[in-house]
């Protein structure tokens, strides 16, 4: 089973290498601007790669700051435009726009493996080139495919500089062939995201973590924040963003950046030790991303709860749980297991014993009481829930016949707990 990944490590750059870098991420965005700006001018019939490309030659040599970029990144950037569209003609992303400034990631590819002459040096360092910096040194976290190790199905196929709030790091495209897994024979499970508790499994235990900020990080963030818009209301319009301002925005942007890595660091730790443990795992197919964007809703029309949901956890919350599915789908496949996307409607009403829905049911927050005389089951409320989903995998499955189409499931609302 061949797999394609991306491993994420901490760069070394002297300050000489790191002005060249951001001189390139910056001739990146710019030429991403200058794309997106000819690109929407352009009658629709004459939107096509050959033309992209022309002009990008066109601009290399009209443009002297565009050669700062070594042209196989500027050929990634066209390559990730046209992706962009891509993906908003699928319907899986807004369509492509300007990149701002200061609210765009700065970024360099390096679309070609064999170009980064990657070699390790001791045990904590590994070496890379990038075009036009040279030999940069990387943190080796991760035994990488390369040197004797490299073949045509285990190597790096890429990678990707990227500026954080935190520094500069490389994101290497690996791919490795492992060996088919056999098949999981643990036992199933439904997971709920919960309101209480982060995550509720059906077999009654949870999986939570505490705060992603200590105390005195999050009141430095919000001092910060407060700072912020201090500077903001009095900043006249059309003047230049002050250093001070730019600063703080820079310290703001370092400790979410703490936040989303303790974030990532629990969901990993918690999704491989789910996926090793259960065969099957169930989950709501929740669209997150329309859930959050409504509750967002728009200037002239803010969306219900926009307060609640404006919070830096919120914020952490609502793009993790994308994430996590995300995470348990590729760790489930290489160990053999399935991760089921079931729709769940109900499942903070309906009983997992007996089956009844009964609206109010939820006397607590946390707790689950059946209303059902015949039956008074008693359980966590995130809990119960986790058992619904569990149930509605359960017959999605078994209804279907087929492990790997989950599609029909879709269309077929759970009606109860299988008969046990
Ligand atoms: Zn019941």
Not at 72 to 99: E, I, M, S
Not at 257 to 269: E, F, L, N, S
Not at 272 to 288: G, N
Not at 373 to 380: I, V
Request: proline share 5%.
């Amino acid at each position: 089973m061949k797999r394609q990944r991306g491993h994420k490590a901490r760069l070394c750059l002297t300050p000489a290498q790191t002005r060249v870098a951001e001189e390139q991420g910056h001739a990146a965005r710019a030429l991403w601007n200058l794309v997106h700006d000819w690109w929407t001018m352009l009658p629709k019939e004459r939107r096509n790669l050959a033309a992209a490309d022309e002009a990008i030659r066109q601009g290399r040599k009209d443009l002297p700051w565009l050669g700062s970029l070594p042209a196989q990144a500027a050929q990634a950037v066209l390559k990730t435009y046209f992706q962009a569209w891509k993906n908003c003609w699928d319907g899986r992303a807004q369509a492509p726009n300007f990149k701002a400034r200061f609210h765009s990631r700065t970024a360099i590819d390096i679309p070609q493996g064999r170009d980064l002459q990657i070699a390790r040096l001791n045990r904590r360092w590994g070496r890379m080139w990038a075009p036009k910096i040279g030999h940069v040194l990387f943190r080796w976290t991760r035994n990488l495919p390369v040197g004797k190790h490299a073949d045509k199905d285990n190597r790096v196929t890429g990678a990707r500089l990227v500026k954080e709030a935190d520094g500069w790091h490389v994101v290497f495209r690996v791919r490795t062939e492992m060996p088919e897994p056999d098949r999981h024979t643990g036992p199933t499970v439904g997971i709920d995201r919960g309101i209480a508790k982060p995550l509720a499994l059906s077999d009654g235990t949870f999986r939570e973590h505490g705060p992603w900020l200590t105390e005195g990080e999050a009141e430095r963030l919000r001092r910060l924040e407060k700072s912020r818009e201090r500077k903001r209301r009095a900043r006249k319009p059309g003047e230049k963003r002050s250093r001070r301002l730019t600063h703080t925005y820079d310290r703001i942007a370092q400790l979410r950046a703490t936040a989303k890595r303790r974030a990532v660091d629990w969901q990993h730790k918690t999704t491989t030790s789910i996926a090793e443990t259960f065969s099957r795992i169930a989950v709501e197919d929740l669209a997150v991303i329309h859930m959050v964007k409504s509750a967002r809703g728009t200037v002239e029309t803010p969306g219900t709860g926009v307060r609640q949901k404006a919070g830096l956890n919120r914020a952490i919350a609502g793009e993790a749980w994308g994430r996590t599915v995300a995470m348990l789908e590729y760790k489930a496949a290489e160990r053999g297991g399935l991760v089921v996307r079931v729709p769940a409607p109900h499942t903070s009403q309906r009983c997992s014993a007996c089956g009844v829905i009964t609206p109010g049911s939820r006397e607590s927050q946390a707790r689950f009481v059946c209303k059902n005389p015949a039956c008074r089951f008693e359980a966590h409320a995130d809990t119960n829930a986790g058992r619904n989903i569990d149930h509605a995998a359960g017959q999605a499955v078994s209804g279907r016949g087929d492990l790997g189409d989950t599609r029909s499931a879709k269309r077929q609302p759970p009606t109860g707990p299988p008969a046990a």
